[in-house]
């Protein structure tokens, strides 16, 4: 996998990372990388290569709560990790965290999210 290249005059995309648990969020935390479904990949991986950073924004199902966000740091590989078990994860990708912190939903109820009906983001 690449690392990013600074891709001047590109967008910067966000991502909101579903889990459905913390300790994935913590093995996030500990090793520096994702997995994700692989009906994801195509997005995030075309997000990296055409974007000048991606950001992705981590929350627990049900949490209430952000636990934090990171940058992508490198396009989605083949290659799989057993830290996530056999639950239909997708390759692994390295992940730069920014922030570790619980940060409740209310604290972002003034963001709105065009592309979902100006929804909330949470």
């Known amino acids: 996998c690449k690392s990013p290249s600074p891709r001047q005059n590109m967008p910067v995309r966000y991502f909101i990372m579903k889990s459905s648990n913390l300790q994935n969020i913590d093995i996030s935390q500990q090793k520096g990388i994702w997995s994700t479904m692989p009906s994801n990949e195509r997005k995030l991986n075309g997000a990296f290569w055409e974007s000048s950073v991606v950001y992705l924004i981590f929350s627990v199902q049900g949490s209430g709560c952000f636990q934090g966000f990171a940058r992508m740091g490198s396009a989605i590989g083949c290659e799989k ?9 997708g390759g692994v990708f390295k992940v730069d965290w920014i922030r570790k912190e619980s940060i409740p939903f209310q604290f972002a109820h003034h963001l709105l999210n065009p592309w979902n009906d100006s929804k909330k983001v949470q």
């Open 81 to 89: 990790s057993q830290d996530w078990g056999s639950a239909g994860f």
